[in-house]
């Protein structure tokens, strides 16, 4: 009998050490995913640990990753505040390079402009068909209906001498030094729409001004 409960005592404290092992595992495991060092952070394999020598990217590591689609669809919730964005470069703008198009991947419309901070200057084009994530805060542009009323006037001006050229003969009107501008020709129809229904006398277009941006594949 006394054998017996010699047992069955060694059973209980052998369980409750295996089970104490197991939550020290666990709550370890634990530890080393939420203090992972991201790639970026790394610097020739070394963790930075000085916060001197700790890159942008690592700084904003808490950021919440959104789609420009979610920016564009929920700027207000977002306006002036950083955040980081992940996107497809559907573009990069010729005219000056400081700004690229992006859509959430490369199948989808443009949704969300981003544009270079004085510090950054202007974007490489080699950005082009890339997924970039961009950290910058959003911020607002109010297009006005006497905005959208000139814009659309001058649009019609130009369409109306494109159409003069062609019927004198000159053949087909170039784009002006081999592409066209960013932005130009577009489409208020969405826009005046968008102003009636929600009794607006402007269109926010949200953007995202850019302070550091890591190229992802």
Known sequence: RKVKMKRKFLMIVLSAFLFSCGNSE???????????????????????TSSDNVPECCKNKGLEMLFPSEVSAKGDSYLGKEVAV???????????????????????????????NDEI???SQELTGKNVKYIGVVKENRITKEMIAAEEAKQAEEAAKSNQNCDNGQGEVKEEKGHKHCGKNKDYSKMKKWM????????????????????MD
């Not at 995913?33 to 070394?46: H, I």
């Not at 497809?88 to 690229?100: D, E, W």
């Open 26 to 48: 666990k709550k370890s495991n634990e530890s080393t995913s939420s203090d992972e060092v991201p790639a970026c952070c790394k610097n020739k394999g070394n963790e930075a």
């Open 86 to 116: 992940r996107g497809f470069v559907k573009k990069v703008c010729h005219c000056s390079g400081k700004k690229c198009q992006l859509a959430d991947n490369d199948e989808s419309e443009v949704s969300l402009t981003v544009f270079a």
């Open 196 to 215: 009636e229904e929600n009794k607006k006398d402007y269109y926010p277009v949200y953007y995202v001004e850019v302070k550091n941006f890591e190229v």
């Open 121 to 123: 200057g202007k974007f």
